[in-house]
T-cell receptor
């Protein structure tokens, strides 16, 4: 069993829909990251959080330390949000989930 | 500073050849990480440095792999006697301390024929 599990693996939605991607982990962590990877490989860090909730524009990330669970939400989704979203946990080094491929259809 | 850079961006080599990749981190970052990503998978940790000290190596890093960060700035990752299974994207990231956000380079895509 992977230490970091994401769901769903693939998600296709219409433009404007509210998107939720989930991440569960089974190890002790100091922080959890949400990363975005576009075709071609570049990875951008969206959030790093260790408790509560963070918001940046249309993106919201939450974490529940007791339940070892985090969610990434995208409001008013847009085709440019299409990418792979990766959850990663850190305790010295990053351990990654396998990613969620999101496709937003115009 | 323009962020983390990696060189080359792409490398095609024949099985059995040696390859070396370079990563230049953000200048004030003391931590540097190497990851490997195969198609359709999330990245996997290979090794990391704090300044010039290599603090941890994954069991994925066989004795054909070696990484250095001689002056605590740029780092090199060398793969000796490459195998087809080494084909992957090799990602470098840097951060300021263990709690700092990791900033990723664009990666080096390796294809071993």
């Amino acid at each position: 069993k992977n230490e970091v599990e994401q769901s769903p693996q693939n998600l296709t939605a219409q433009e404007g829909e509210f998107i939720t991607i989930n991440c569960s982990y089974s190890v002790g962590i100091s922080a959890l990251h949400w990363l975005q990877q576009h075709p071609g490989g570049g990875i951008v860090s969206l959030f790093m959080l260790s408790s509560g909730k963070k918001k940046h524009g249309r993106l919201i990330a939450t974490i529940n330390i007791q339940e070892k669970h985090s969610s990434l939400h995208i409001t008013a989704s847009h085709p440019r949000d299409s990418a792979v979203y990766i959850c990663a946990v850190t305790n010295e080094k990053l351990t990654f989930g396998t990613g969620t491929r999101l496709t937003i259809i115009p | 500073d323009t962020g983390v850079s990696q060189d080359p961006r792409h490398k095609i080599t024949k099985r059995g050849q040696n390859v070396t990749f370079r990563c230049d981190p953000i200048s004030e970052h003391n931590r540097l990480y190497w990851y490997r990503q195969t198609l359709g998978q999330g990245p996997e940790f290979l090794t990391y440095f704090q300044n010039e000290a290599q603090l941890e190596k994954s069991r994925l890093l066989s004795d054909r792999f070696s990484a250095e960060r001689p002056k605590g700035s740029f780092s090199t990752l060398e793969i000796q006697r490459t195998e087809q299974g080494d084909s992957a994207m090799y990602l470098c990231a840097s951060s300021l301390g263990v709690q700092g956000t990791q900033y990723f380079g664009p990666g080096t895509r390796l294809l071993v024929l």
